[in-house]
């Protein structure tokens, strides 16, 4: 298989496209697909201070490439969950992608605040983590004087996240399903500008672009058969995940958001809260050895 390029051999084919790209022409075919969604959703402004949140995945290390790479103003968030190798050698490969690229490291370490996700002995782990890193994450880029986090979520999370939000009747979480989200009342803007990137597109440009990531799983990662059921539908429907993405907008701007809620502040940490305690306070106090 050729480039449609250049006619160098090709490292993939593009399926959604109909286009097969080597790799030299891969990383500009994927630098312009970022910059359209970013420009097509007004994900991002040049003028804004950007916290990208890496991980050290293939993911958000493509997506912290990619926005220096546009010219955007950025700066690395790196998270040390404490999952034991996975957590060293994740901020390892991250420290490593900041020095690469020129970008400022930041570091924070959940153990500051008394527990690790190692030491989280309940069964949904996951969900203990994911609240961890959007409390640290929202903290640092408000405390830091950032306008915006960006996060490397994909189009296969999104769906992952409305499939099984819809399933257990959660609808209030669709207008959160958008490519960007406007901060207010202590939240920071969060942006999302792989949001119709697929999870090969990524690792195509990581690959093509020697940038270095961390392949190894997180050992609580909880095998998701959902995953395989989008890219099922991917293989027989090319442009599935895009396509529905992108109906997702639409969809979230029609949801009406329950605006009885009211926004406090958590009388322990003083961030914004929807309760008396936030939800990290209580792991806190729950987990702190
Ligand atoms: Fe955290 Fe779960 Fe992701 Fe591991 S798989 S980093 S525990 S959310
Ligand atoms: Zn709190």
């Not at 499939?163 to 207008?175: D, T």
């Not at 999870?199 to 940038?211: D, T």
């Not at 059921?229 to 029609?254: H, M, S, T």
Request: hydrophobic content about 40%.
């Amino acid at each position: 298989m050729r480039c449609s390029k250049c006619k160098e051999r090709a490292i993939a084919y593009l399926k959604p496209y109909r286009i097969a790209l080597c790799g030299k022409c891969y990383p500009e075919f994927y630098l312009r697909l970022v910059e359209r969604s970013v420009k097509k959703y007004g994900i991002l402004k040049r003028k804004e201070r950007i916290l990208a949140c890496v991980s050290g995945g293939k993911d958000s290390s493509a997506m912290v490439v990619a926005l220096k790479m546009l010219g955007f103003n950025v700066e690395i968030l790196h998270i040390d969950l404490g999952i034991g190798d996975y957590s060293k050698k994740s901020r390892k490969i991250v420290e490593e992608l900041a020095e690469g690229i020129d970008v400022p490291f930041h570091v924070v370490e959940l153990a500051e605040y008394g527990f690790t996700i190692d030491g989280v002995d309940v069964k949904k782990v996951c969900s203990v983590c994911g609240t961890a890193k959007r409390y640290l994450m929202n903290r640092f880029a408000r405390e830091n004087g950032f306008d915006v986090i960006a996060t490397g979520h994909t189009a296969e999370d999104i769906i992952l996240f409305f499939f099984k939000n819809v399933l257990s009747g959660g609808i209030e979480w669709i207008p959160k399903l958008v490519p960007r989200s406007e901060g207010g009342g202590g939240f920071v803007s969060k942006a999302r500008p792989l949001f119709e990137r697929s999870e090969k597109e990524n690792i195509l440009f990581v690959l093509a672009e020697g940038i270095p990531f961390l392949a190894d799983e997180c050992p609580h990662a909880p095998r998701d058969a959902w995953k395989e059921i989008i890219y099922d539908i991917e293989a027989k429907r090319p442009g599935f995940k895009q396509n529905f993405v992108r109906g997702l907008v639409r969809l979230a701007k029609n949801v009406k958001v329950d605006e009885n809620w009211e926004l406090r502040r958590c009388k322990v940490c003083g961030e914004p809260s929807s309760s008396e305690v936030c939800a990290f306070c209580r792991y806190v106090m729950k987990f702190k050895k």
